[in-house]
Nanobody
Framework: VQLVESGGGLVQPGGSLRLSCAAS????????MSWYRQAPGKEREWVARISSATGRRTYADSVKGRFTMSRDNAKSTVYLQMNSLKPEDTAVYYC?????????WGQGTQVTVSS
């Protein structure tokens, strides 16, 4: 299993970014996928999840209404569209999948929201 995140960067408050997570090594369409983030000095926290079958999405209260998670099964990729970004969204963002053999993480992508 391999997960590779991309799309992070420096953005001003109120701006937008779209993160991508390219997956391989498992039957992508059969598994739900999640995004997490970890800010400096804080524990890793769950951000969003998308199911496999219905594409149902759930979000942490802190990002609800601002972030949108989606998936493209043909490309084995999940996305996180982040709008109205705030300084408190600054963190390393990770995608995650739990398959039969265990849970897997990508290397993360840094998002910095600052003026």
């Amino acid at each position: 299993v391999q997960l590779v995140e991309s799309g992070g960067g420096l953005v001003q408050p109120g701006g937008s970014l779209r993160l991508s997570c390219a997956a391989s090594g498992f039957t992508f369409s059969s598994y739900g996928m999640s995004w997490y983030r970890q800010a400096p000095g804080k524990e890793r926290e769950w951000v969003a999840r998308i199911s496999s079958a219905t594409g149902r999405r759930t979000y942490a209260d802190s990002v609800k209404g601002r972030f949108t998670m989606s998936r493209d099964n043909a490309k084995s990729t999940v996305y996180l569209q982040m709008n109205s970004l705030k300084p408190e969204d600054t963190a390393v963002y990770y995608c995650n999948v739990v398959v039969v053999s265990g849970g897997y993480w990508g290397q993360g992508t840094q998002v910095t929201v600052s003026s």
